[in-house]
T-cell receptor, first 113, second 115 residues
Framework: SQKIEQNSEALNIQEGKTATLTCNYT??????LQWYRQDPGRGPVFLLL?????KEKRKERLKVTFDTTLKQSLFHITASQPADSATYLC????????????FGKGTKLSVKP | DAGITQSPRHKVTETGTPVTLRCHQT?????MYWYRQDPGHGLRLIHY???????DKGEVSDGYSVSRSKTEDFLLTLESATSSQTSVYFC??????????????FGEGSRLTVL
């Protein structure tokens, strides 16, 4: 069955450093992959989408890579700030005819001042 | 603001009672989804809809039914609630109508407790 693993449940870093979150998937080949941010008590919010033919995508301080050979996506936040503290979810897509997303369990990022 | 409203936002009910959660959108999007989120499991798809009266099952559909009689409303029903259905339920719409690639916009969630 399709499986998604995000490298760790929690990641603690110092303000100003680069946070790197990992998403690995097995048993399928998604045509694209999305990343979401979720704050406590709120619904997830879309951040970035990267397609299988794209190696890298950037948006302000965010960067996402997609390696279809390794079956892995890396999500980077540069110059991290305490306001970046949240849970980040990866969601490879393209499963089935309707393209439903399957979500990883998320990584909780804490940025300390 | 994607124009998604979930109701109720909080509900406590007894085992065996029926429960209906409502998701309302103002954007006229074709695809709508119901997810549940539990510690240790993340977001799991319950049911989804790709049009009025067109619905299908997700990975955790047992014990749930859905209906979509209007584009703007997607209802999730627990016919006989059990304690294992205690969870936070999220409704989502797909942002790109007509395409299978598109970001999801989520509602604020409905916290259901089954005693």
């Amino acid at each position: 069955s399709q499986k998604i693993e995000q490298n760790s449940e929690a990641l603690n870093i110092q303000e100003g450093k680069t946070a790197t979150l990992t998403c690995n998937y097995t048993n399928y080949s998604p045509a694209y992959l999305q990343w979401y941010r979720q704050d406590p008590g709120r619904g997830p919010v879309f951040l970035l989408l990267i397609r299988e033919n794209e190696k890298e995508k950037r948006k302000e301080r965010l960067k996402v890579t997609f390696d279809t050979t390794l079956k892995q996506s890396l999500f980077h936040i540069t110059a991290s700030q305490p306001a970046d503290s949240a849970t980040y979810l990866c969601a490879p897509g393209g499963g089935g005819s309707q393209g439903n997303l399957i979500f990883g369990k998320g990584t909780k990022l804490s940025v300390k001042p | 603001d994607a124009g998604i409203t979930q109701s109720p936002r909080h509900k406590v009910t007894e085992t065996g009672t029926p429960v209906t959660l409502r998701c309302h959108q103002t954007e006229n999007h074709r695809y709508m989804y119901w997810y549940r989120q539990d510690p240790g499991h993340g977001l799991r798809l319950i049911h989804y809809s790709y049009g009025v009266k067109d619905t299908d099952k997700g990975e955790v559909s047992d014990g749930y039914s859905v209906s979509r009689s209007k584009t703007e409303d997607f209802l999730l029903t627990l016919e006989s609630a059990t304690s294992s259905q205690t969870s936070v339920y999220f409704c989502a719409i797909r942002g790109t109508s007509g395409s299978v690639i598109g970001e999801l916009f989520f509602g604020e969630g409905s916290r259901l407790t089954v005693l």
